[in-house]
């Protein structure tokens, strides 16, 4: 499947650096996320997390979302305003202006625009001016709508007439679960920071000195495919008697979970305990991104006293953020890894082997979406995974299974992943509250 | 006049950013300055001011103008020169070049340069050396002529067979009128620095709280088109019993006059006060500009106590130039209005209204101009405006005029606009010296 | 030779900068040095210095050569690698890879390169994983060849199968001489560094002041063309009754050396003094350059006291590198002339005459390997030049020739240039050892 073209020759001899190109084009149709692109029309179909809530005071925001430089403001009433950055008058930037009572106020010439972009007041004008009865008439400040959720800030930028329903996903809403936001910055395209998530194999290179020797062991992967948009990266690990099934997860178009950063090393039991992180990776342009998350912390995600600005960088990539060049040499996390591809990575020199499949598989099926989408096609949403609240499988489970003398031990790594998926698979139509305590039971049932 | 074409339906619903595209192009016929462009021709047909002499030492400054990369200096004999950046020999830059008795030597081989480009000398040839010969026969320094005003230094950037007179105006020299030269410099495009004067109704907005109540008041605005190249914007304001007129004024290409900045707020009576500044805005290349001026100090300028870099810069923008993001946030000046616009504006993405006559007038107008130049026609020439001295007409006054009982007080403030404006525009032929005292007398019989 | 076409008339006006273009085009088939272009291509038939050896430690380097952005490393059995940035699997830079007993491990997923590019290992992939077994077979890392001299790293980035020999020159072995090495980064064009080397008047000017009086006098130069890549430029200066010939030496493509920066001003009798230098110009990119070089330290070279930082700075350039730009007008050097020049200099704007010719000799026979190159010709390389050691001639020495009355001096100086080299260039087939004893005393019989 990963079939690659016989090589030239002499691109094959020692010292070849020559004769091989060293730089290569991206795949522009996963890449490109501005307004009017193949895949930033796709990703205009779904809500985004785009800011910090608490991190918004009584100023507007210049922020930059798909491309687009918006400004972010929350007027004196509460409401929540994103709109497009320039005034559609004389094209001042609006984060110099005002939030007043209602909407927000040019600072040049003291236009006063709502949050849904309607003009409400042109004071420059006399009341009886026919230009500005014209204005708000024909004009109108380009806006999008805005939610927040447990602290994170959602817009949705596509077309009005096609905004979907806010999909709730069942970690939103876990008994004893602290859920704190963090947002952490990446320079580089949104797809180098997703593919990570399907990628059981780069855990066990990247982050094996980070969070436990369990994290260093390769173990057996598998990857599945659900309901279209659903994409599953697991990796049993033998630790000692027990086997650590560690269960990565995306939703398309960017929805990720995994399991815990400290919370088990696979020394202990554990029993569907619960994803470190519930985030999405947010393209900022084409060349930045963020991933903007809750870390989780209580008795079924990670440990509370890594409940801390430290503790949501190494959950989200391994390393704390700020280190100088050679520490990042010395201890590379997930930014450097990423970053270091380039602002855009050059996929067409890519060689993917088995271990890629699960990058291999989402990539391919949001290309198929994008297309669809051209076709006129209605895309798939998260909220058509589940009646109400969505199921979600990001998790750890750790068995007591000691290594059968006289048997491959691969082949039993290889059966508890599918076992492990099989219950979680199956379980989907538990009602809400009953579905993890099933799940629960049958994994007890298998260690 | 400013219709706009009906919005498509879904450009105007609710939260329609999607439907809306949020750039625009700028209008490059007046954003484009460089050597050949349809503006930067015009504009190379006039004296434009382009260092503070008192800040050019005896060492070469690299600086631009109208994009192009120029060195200044001042040789030894107190020669200005303004020359292109780069010795015609082996393109060393000149700004480390050595200013001679006469001319300025290249810092590679030591080729000397006249402040008109001519070969002074090639010392690194012997004196028999035919090369050297011919390459003072065959090849000069492109070079500009620059003259002193009052410590500001001018050129010429244009053909040496149209070189204009220096235009004199009447605000050059005013008994009792202290003139300090500064330079504000602008990250965008001169338009967008240039729109602001003739442009009366942001000063109600964007400067209400900088400098007095009365600033903050809307008025009557009127606009007056004469001489082809001259625009005034003028707002007439009711501050109690009282009626302030001011006069803002832009000769073109980009000579600009206003009111006070600080000596009045409309509560007193004042009769024919000068412009804060004499200015003009000059382009540096494309995505940035400077206004250099002298501010107005004195009896009938701004009050001698301003004479100092924050009181100039108050004066240019209405804030200091140095400040945090969020206290430009919170007092945003000129500069942020002009700047978040962008290094060059989208102005096909402006909608402009009644007060907005003003801004549309002057840059049809420079439009006009830049084409009949293409056709060959004479540039009108500041000079053109009167023989000798340019009478000119940014000022302040304010009347004692209490509003009428049951009359709209709209109407009086209109009427005061067109009485002040007949009065400065019917005085022109009286001679330097008398003429402002007949405008003074005459507004005085007014109020 | 250097005629230029006679000038528009408007162009030779006074003032005259309107009618003269201040920008011109490089010459880009000598500036543009990436794979595949002109004058790239033949760089890549010759060794390059990459780096300082003492400078690399146990972690890898990001670099760029010749366009190329490449890892260098060192592994644990102290093989060097110079690889291709990015790793071929999925692109994760090799920056942040791990040096490992054999080759450079990738941080990513762990796979191992050995330093010829070969795959040692990929070891997230299963014993008997077929499509690790297919990279192994079809793909491999881009590599390059490293050797370390002396301190310095040199590599060849050309085709395998055209590898030169490593060029040995008589200066990398000289009895009682220190040799530093040292690496001083340009920001521009690799053709403006190399233009200095052999333009022996740039040296009267711009480093009059730097070294000596002797340094700032003209005297007689002379160029000499030998072998096909051999240039040499001479200047013979009357230092009261001594003749001091100073002479100046490129190899083809870029290998430097010259007299001696503080160990002569030409007040005392030396004969054959060794160059400051034995230096290479490598491009970076096309707007970067670095000289790797030894400074030269000892009886036939610098005095050992300035065998410091400053001093090899120095020596490079004049000037100490890090000075504010303040001090770098008042007292330029080679980085002020030749970064002046912009990025890239544009050389169709440049004037030519006599005391240029070194310049314009070397870049016409550049150009026409470079042309030969594509016609499939093979190129001249350093090692043509003898069988063995290379005698170069980069030297000073100073004879003590008096003035003779009533005769013109410069014939003498132009006569001493000949009898001198005449003695060099006579003097190649005395084998290793001898030479520069011959040289010696046929020297002293002309002094």
């Given at each position: ?30 890449t490109q996320t501005g307004p009017g692109t193949f895949c930033g029309e796709y990703l205009r179909r779904y809500w985004h997390p ?398």
């Amino acid at each position: 499947m990963f079939e690659y073209e016989l090589p030239d020759k002499k691109n094959f001899d020692s010292f070849c650096g020559y004769h091989q190109t060293w730089q290569g084009q991206p795949d522009s149709d996963l890449t490109q996320t501005g307004p009017g692109t193949f895949c930033g029309e796709y990703l205009r179909r779904y809500w985004h997390p785009i800011f910090i809530a608490g991190e918004l005071a009584d100023r507007p925001r210049l922020i930059k979302i798909l491309g687009e430089e918006l400004v972010l403001f929350r007027d004196q009433s509460g409401q929540y305003g994103l709109v497009h950055k320039k005034c559609p008058h004389r094209r001042a930037s609006l984060e110099f202006g005002r939030c007043e009572k209602q909407g927000i106020r040019c600072c040049y010439h003291g236009w006063v625009f709502d949050v849904d972009g309607t003009i409400l007041d042109i004071p420059g004008e006399p009341e009886d001016s026919k230009s500005a009865f014209n204005a708000k008439a024909n004009i109108r400040l380009g806006a999008y709508p805005v939610r927040e959720y447990k602290g994170l800030l959602f817009a949705y930028l596509g077309p009005p007439s096609e905004r979907p329903a806010f999909p709730m996903y069942d970690t939103f809403d876990i008994e004893g679960m602290t859920m704190t936001p963090y947002m952490v910055p990446f320079k580089c395209n949104w797809i180098q920071v997703l593919d990570a998530i399907v990628d059981p194999v780069h855990t066990a290179f990247l982050h094996q000195s980070q969070f436990s020797d369990g994290f260093g062991k390769m173990g057996e992967i598998a990857f599945y495919e659900r309901q279209k948009i659903r994409f599953l990266g697991t990796a049993s690990r033998r630790v000692a008697d027990n086997v650590w099934v560690r269960v990565n997860e995306l939703i398309l178009p960017n929805f990720t979970q995994s399991g815990a950063a400290f919370a088990t090393d696979g020394t202990t039991v554990r029993f569907f305990g619960r994803s470190a992180f519930t985030r999405w990776v947010v393209p900022i342009d084409d060349e930045h991104c963020a991933a903007y998350a809750w870390g989780n912390f209580g008795e079924r995600g990670d440990p509370l006293e890594w409940n801390t600005l430290e503790g949501m960088q190494m959950i989200e990539q391994g390393e704390v953020v700020e280190r100088s060049y050679e520490e990042r040499q010395r201890r590379p996390g997930d930014i450097e890894a990423v970053e270091g591809m380039g602002a855009i990575s050059d996929h067409e020199k890519e060689y993917l082997v088995a271990g890629d499949r699960g990058v291999a598989m989402y990539r391919r099926q949001i290309k198929k979406l994008c297309r669809n989408l051209r076709k006129g096609r209605r895309l798939p949403q998260p909220t058509d995974l589940a009646e109400g609240i969505i199921p979600t499988y990001g998790s750890d489970t750790v068995l007591l299974r000691p290594q059968v003398p006289d048997q491959d031990d691969r082949t039993l790594l290889q059966t508890t992943n599918d076992q492990v998926m099989d219950i979680l698979f199956s379980s989907d139509d538990f009602a809400d509250g009953s579905r993890d305590d099933h799940i629960i039971n049958r994994l007890k049932g298998l260690g």
